[in-house]
Each structure stands twice: as C-alpha cells, then as structure tokens.
C-alpha cells in the first residue's frame, strides 16, 4: 500500500459562517454545523450566538478520512421552536487541500459558499484543516 492509500487523520476546525440567511432574513442564533467525511461518522458544533453576520465556532475535530473517501460537507442548520431546518451545504473535494502543492501537514484556512437544496448561495462557511 503506497502512503496516498493510506486512511488519514485530519484535525478539522470550523472556524466560522458569515451572511447565513433562512427564508432570505439574515439568522445569527441557533444555527450549527454538522461536519461528515463521507461515513457514519458526524461532527456536530454546538449552537451559534453570533453577532452581526458573522458566527464563530472555533470548534476542533479530528475526522477520521478513508482512503476512499472523495469529500467532506459541511451541512449547515437551524435550530427552530419545531424542530431542525437545512440552511445550506458546502461540499469540499479531498483533492482541494490534500496531494496538492501545500504540504499535508500544513495548515490550511479555507472558505467556501454555502448552497442551499436550489443551488442558490446562503452563506460562506471558514474551516481550517491539516493532516495529523
């Protein structure tokens, strides 16, 4: 097995979202992120109590990455009175930040638009990510 073929361990921080709207009003309370790697495995922050348009989480994980698995989403939601609402989902291909020209190790600070289920933008979600 060559060392690309190898499972890798990722520490992955969600760093924050900006310009999260749900039914096209601005949101900056109960709203979270669920982070997956394509298994059954899920990473949940806690609850936002952000400010402005901008909401900060600064929540680490370390994903567990297969060596067959080709991305990871950032699904992002809203807590409401009746119960949970998808805002949008971020989609980051492996090939975006590993087997590139920055070395895995390496930190990487990321952004990438939010889309919702109609393909429009709802938002900017900021991570960090590296190989451990």
């Given at each position: 097995m060559e060392a690309r073929d190898k499972p890798k361990t990722l520490e992955l921080t969600v760093l924050s979202a900006q310009d999260i709207h749900v039914n096209g009003e601005p949101v900056t309370t109960n709203i979270f992120v669920v982070v997956r790697a394509e298994s059954t495995t899920t990473h949940t922050t806690p609850l936002s109590t952000g400010e402005g348009n901008v909401l900060?989480?600064?929540?680490?994980?370390?994903?567990?990455?297969s060596t067959y698995a080709r991305s990871i989403s950032f699904e992002v939601k809203y807590q409401t009175?009746?119960?949970?609402?998808?805002?949008?989902?971020?989609r980051i291909?492996?090939?975006?930040?590993?087997?590139?020209?920055?070395?895995?190790?390496?930190?990487?600070?990321?952004?990438?638009?939010?889309?919702?289920?109609?393909?429009?933008?709802?938002?900017?979600?900021?991570?960090?990510?590296?190989?451990?």
């Open positions: 900060s989480w600064n929540e680490k994980f370390t994903v567990e990455l009175t009746t119960g949970v609402r998808d805002v949008g989902v971020a291909a492996v090939s975006d930040f590993l087997g590139g020209s920055v070395p895995e190790t390496s930190l990487q600070v990321l952004s990438y638009t939010l889309r919702d289920w109609n393909g429009l933008c709802n938002g900017v979600i900021n991570f960090s990510v590296r190989v451990v």
